[in-house]
């Protein structure tokens, strides 16, 4: 990410960290959220991957997704992270 430096390779990135179900690759996506040119994409990246972390760290799962629906628009993403956080508090 940090060789990434506009927001078309950073997408490209996120899409790519999407696939790998790791506190790791989440850590990276996490701070995207806060910018809007990747928000969506990040979000998106974020729902993909966060029940697999959410197997070992919920408190990392939880705060991703708390933050991607404060932050994404898309109803998918945010359809997605609901459900995710309503699996959490079981």
């Known amino acids: 990410m940090k060789l990434a430096k506009r927001p078309d390779e950073k997408k490209l990135v996120l899409g790519s960290l999407g696939g790998v179900p790791?506190?790791?690759?989440l850590k990276l996506i996490v701070p995207c959220l806060d910018d809007p040119a990747l928000v969506e994409e990040a979000g998106a990246a974020a729902v993909r991957i966060a029940p697999k972390v959410a197997e070992t760290n919920k408190d990392?799962?939880?705060e991703a997704m708390t933050k991607v629906l404060a932050?994404?628009?898309h109803e998918k993403t945010r359809k997605g992270a609901e459900k995710?956080?309503?699996g959490l508090k079981k």
């Open 22 to 25: 790791t506190p790791g690759a």
């Open 60 to 62: 990392m799962a939880r």
């Open 84 to 86: 995710i956080l309503g």
């Open 71 to 73: 932050k994404a628009k």
